[in-house]
């Protein structure tokens, strides 16, 4: 399982509250990595929230297919800006070769560290050659909970770039390291990695 029940339940819950924090503005990552792509390529969300990532990556001339583990942000990312969006875990997604890119921003930090390998492999497996992978992690040393009880891998930077580098047919492109808040308001050290399939 790629998904703890409990951070689910906990989106479930918060998620007008979420998009109102952050559901407003597209993530500043995603411009330049969508720069990389050729026109017209089709890239798939994964952790889509509120919507706005996916609505900014439609408006670029993209075509999108924005995916949430959690029922209530996927009606709030198709109220709010008509994406499309649909319900998927990280574990359910099957595609092969379908997408030139997947943007996968603040998401993949809740996938338990023993399931992580497998649902990196479900992302290589789901792009073209080439295409192009964006993730990003709060780091830490274990995995835990944080005060409003959602549930982090909180790898560390070398454990992390190992897991990546574990799967034939990834290029680590480019790591950034920097600290920033979140929904809790703690400051956190965090780790953005772009990854391209050979």
Request: with cysteine; net charge negative; proline share 5%.
């Amino acid at each position: 399982m790629s998904t703890d029940p409990d951070t689910i339940a906990f989106y479930q819950a918060r998620a007008p509250h979420y998009v109102l924090k952050f559901g407003q503005a597209h993530s500043y990552q995603l411009d330049p990595f969508l720069d990389r792509l050729p026109p017209g390529a089709r890239v798939l969300e994964l952790g889509c929230g509120g919507g706005q990532d996916s609505a900014q990556v439609a408006a670029r001339g993209f075509s999108v297919d924005a995916t949430d583990g959690t029922p209530a942000m996927v009606a709030k990312a198709n109220e709010r800006w008509g994406v499309g969006a649909r319900v998927m875990a990280f574990h359910e997604l099957e595609a092969e070769a379908a997408y030139d890119a997947v943007w996968a921003h603040a998401c993949l930090l809740h996938c338990p560290r023993g399931a992580l390998p497998n649902v990196l492999g479900r992302i290589l497996r789901a792009l073209k050659r080439g295409g192009w992978h964006f993730a990003s992690y709060k780091l830490g040393e274990a995995e835990g909970r944080d005060n409003l009880g959602r549930f982090y891998n909180f790898p560390d930077a070398e454990w992390l770039t190992a897991q990546y580098g574990a799967l034939s047919g990834w290029r680590i492109a480019e790591t950034r390291r920097y600290t920033a808040g979140g929904f809790d308001n703690v400051e956190r050290d965090w780790i953005d990695l772009v990854v391209q399939k050979a």
